[in-house]
């Protein structure tokens, strides 16, 4: 019985995973526009150096298409160089390892542009990232049922399809950051330190190699750590675990240490700095993010969402009853450095715009997911509780 149970799981996760893998390859294959930062990343990616404009020759003469063509595609005779994906990262103010994977990508493009190295490439990062959804789902929910659909929602969300299809770094920070998020869950309930300990240090290495701001989610996530570990008096995986995490800093630092440059000498890191201590900024700056979650998380449906969770509220208080929650631990632990990772992006972000908050974008939406049944479930019955999801 388990094992027809199990295939029953396994087939609903391929029909899902199809599922949106097919409906991103059709906005995929709809994709018209090359956004500015899009065409750094192929530059960045092949180019002997960070802007094309810093060539002697760029101002003051007139160049045909092939000669920005030249920065956005790799040459036949350029093949096998992967050296301005290290250089380029060097020089500019993000870690290399995406546009490592991208360059991969593009070799089998080589002498012509398209966007399909960087489409295909995402794609090939949310079949894990979906798994993983589905699998955080299905731990605070404990409904197979109730995160299948939670992760279908979750991925086709605007933001879902953004991250899905802008040719940016940002995919692979979310998946990063649900990997991290997935193998801490498991750290603290199974209580052991192989594999899951050793696993966390390879996330978190890789993590930071791909994007700093995944840095403000694994900070909250190990102070959180920590500190549970501590409580129980766990000596054995708490000393696992500091080794792994600073085993991974130092690797991290060891394989990039232009890293130090970026985040506090670099002009995105001071300007990071110079909005953090700008007060004035900060409430303007998370209600524009809020606004951006309202549109591209939940597509307009979070003010009718927030009024069932009022109602429930409301309910619940007359009745002088309490929420239902299952596992509200793990929301508990998962929501923390999510909600963190929020409001400092929101602040240190150079500008108000989505991508940078794609890396958390799919556990606030099963977090939101989460939150709403927890309160329809205390008010009703759990059929309903489902329906209105």
């Given at each position: ?57 760029f101002y003051d003469e007139w160049h045909d298409g092939e000669y920005y063509n030249d920065y956005l595609i790799v040459n ?37 542009f398209s966007m399909r190295p960087g489409i295909i490439l995402n794609l090939i990062i949310q079949i894990p990232t979906i ?259």
């Open positions: 019985m388990k094992a027809i149970i199990k295939r029953r799981e396994t087939i609903a996760l391929i029909v899902l995973i199809i599922t949106l893998i097919t409906i991103y390859s059709f906005v995929g294959s709809k994709k018209e526009y090359l956004h500015m930062d899009e065409a750094y990343s192929y530059g960045l990616s092949n180019y002997d150096r960070v802007e094309i404009g810093d060539n002697e020759d036949d005779d350029e093949k096998g160089d992967f050296s301005p994906v290290y250089e380029n990262q060097r020089d500019d103010v993000h870690p290399p390892l995406y546009y490592l994977f991208l360059r991969i990508f593009m070799e089998f493009y080589a002498g012509k798994l993983l959804l589905y699998a955080i789902a299905k731990r605070l929910f404990e409904s197979k049922r109730l995160a299948y659909a939670a992760t279908f929602f979750s991925s086709v969300s605007l933001s879902a399809l953004s991250s899905a299809t802008y040719i940016r770094m940002y995919a692979l920070a979310a998946f990063f950051t649900l990997l991290t998020a997935w193998l801490h869950l498991l750290m603290m309930e199974k209580k052991k330190i192989f594999p899951y300990v050793p696993a966390i240090g390879l996330s978190a290495l890789c993590g930071s190699l791909t994007h700093y701001y995944y840095l403000f989610f694994l900070a909250v996530l190990f102070l959180s750590s920590v500190i549970v570990f501590v409580k129980l008096k766990d000596k054995k995986i708490l000393a696992a675990y500091l080794s792994a995490v600073s085993a991974a800093a130092v690797l991290s630092l060891a394989v990039f240490p232009y890293s130090i440059v970026h985040l506090f000498f670099g002009y995105r890191g001071q300007g990071a700095v110079e909005n953090l201590t700008a007060a004035p900024r900060f409430l303007f700056s998370i209600g524009a993010y809020l606004i951006k979650v309202e549109t591209f998380v939940f597509n307009h449906i979070a003010i009718t969402a927030a009024l069932i969770c009022v109602s429930a509220l409301v309910i619940l208080k007359k009745r002088k009853s309490s929420i239902v929650f299952y596992n509200g631990k793990y929301a508990k632990f998962l929501f923390i450095p999510t909600a963190f990772y929020f409001l400092i992006s929101s602040i240190a972000s150079p500008y108000i715009e989505l991508r940078y908050l794609l890396p958390v974008c799919p556990i606030i939406s099963i977090l939101a997911i989460y939150l709403i049944y927890g309160l329809i479930l205390s008010v009703s019955s759990k059929k309903t509780a489902c329906a209105v999801l």
